[in-house]
């Protein structure tokens, strides 16, 4: 095993580890590109920048993705889904975790 091993295995459970791009998280979440570019615009997401200037996405931006899609969805306009997705994400920080759930 080489000495990258270890550090190329730690990458896969990263949940922010930017693996996606943006054609391949459009697909994964069922979006279009120019969606997630309008959660980008609106401070959902932030996706890094391979060095040829390519999105790249973690899985936890395309969690907050999809959540984002099922509050549209609904009827929900792409901003204020992005403020409940940020207000549900500071929430979930600050309450204990809930003792009846397993985990």
Same mark, same amino acid.
């Given at each position: 095993?080489?000495?990258?091993?270890?550090?190329?295995?730690?990458?896969?459970?990263?949940?922010?580890?930017?693996?996606?791009?943006?054609?391949?998280?459009?697909?994964?979440?069922?979006?279009?590109?120019?969606?997630?570019?309008?959660?980008?615009?609106?401070?959902?997401? #932030?996706?890094?920048?391979?060095?040829?200037?390519?999105?790249?996405?973690?899985?936890?931006?395309?969690?907050?993705?999809?959540?984002?899609?099922?509050?549209?969805?609904?009827?929900?306009?792409?901003?204020?889904?992005?403020?409940?997705?940020?207000?549900? *994400?500071?929430? #979930?920080?600050?309450?204990?975790? *809930?003792?009846?759930?397993?985990?």
């Amino acid at each position: 095993m080489s000495e990258e091993g270890p550090e190329a295995e730690d990458k896969f459970d990263d949940a922010d580890y930017p693996a996606y791009t943006m054609g391949r998280a459009a697909e994964m979440v069922g979006v279009t590109q120019p969606f997630l570019r309008s959660l980008e615009d609106a401070g959902l997401i #932030a996706p890094q920048r391979s060095a040829g200037g390519h999105r790249r996405y973690s899985r936890r931006q395309l969690r907050r993705a999809a959540r984002a899609r099922e509050l549209v969805d609904q009827g929900t306009p792409v901003s204020a889904a992005c403020r409940i997705i940020t207000l549900e *994400d500071q929430l #979930a920080e600050l309450s204990p975790p *809930d003792e009846d759930t397993p985990g």
